[in-house]
C-alpha cells in the first residue's frame, strides 16, 4: 500500500509563487513500481485535470495553460514530488492532487492542497 500527502497549498497574490510537495509512503516494494508522478487540480465546479507528469524516464506533459509558469520534479531518493508554481494567476485556483501510478496500473491519490490566487 502506498499514502499519498500534499502539503505547501495557501493564499497567494496573482504573479505570486507556491511550491507545492508530495510525500509518498508505505511499501518499498509497491513504491519502487510507480513509473508516473502526477498533479492534477480541481476547481469549484470544474473536472479534475492533468497539470503536470513526470514519469519513470523523466519525461514531462504540462497542461498548455501552465506551460512555462509551472514546473514538475521529483526527488526519487526522498520519495517526494513538487510542483513549483509561478506567475499564478486567478484561474489557477484549486485544489491541487498528488497522483502516483504504478507500472501494473494501481493508483494512489493524495487528499489534495488548497491552492488560492487572489488579491
Known amino acids: 500500500q502506498v499514502q499519498v500527502v500534499e502539503t505547501g497549498g495557501g493564499l497567494v497574490q496573482p504573479g505570486g509563487s507556491l511550491r507545492l510537495s508530495c510525500a509518498v509512503s508505505?511499501?518499498?516494494?509497491?513504491?519502487?513500481?510507480?513509473?508516473?508522478r502526477v498533479w492534477y487540480r480541481q476547481a469549484p465546479g470544474k473536472e479534475r485535470e492533468l497539470v503536470a507528469r513526470?514519469?519513470?524516464?523523466?519525461?514531462?506533459d504540462y497542461a498548455d495553460s501552465v506551460k512555462g509558469r509551472f514546473t514538475i520534479s521529483r526527488d526519487i531518493a526522498k520519495k517526494m514530488l513538487f510542483l513549483q508554481m509561478n506567475s499564478l494567476k486567478f484561474e489557477d485556483t484549486a485544489v491541487y492532487y498528488c497522483?502516483?501510478?504504478?507500472?501494473?496500473?494501481?493508483?494512489?491519490w493524495g487528499q489534495g492542497t488548497q491552492v488560492t490566487v487572489s488579491s
Open positions: 508505505g511499501s518499498t516494494l509497491a513504491i519502487n513500481t510507480i513509473n508516473e
Open positions: 497522483y502516483v501510478q504504478s507500472q501494473y496500473g494501481r493508483g494512489f
Open positions: 513526470i514519469n519513470r524516464g523523466g519525461g514531462v
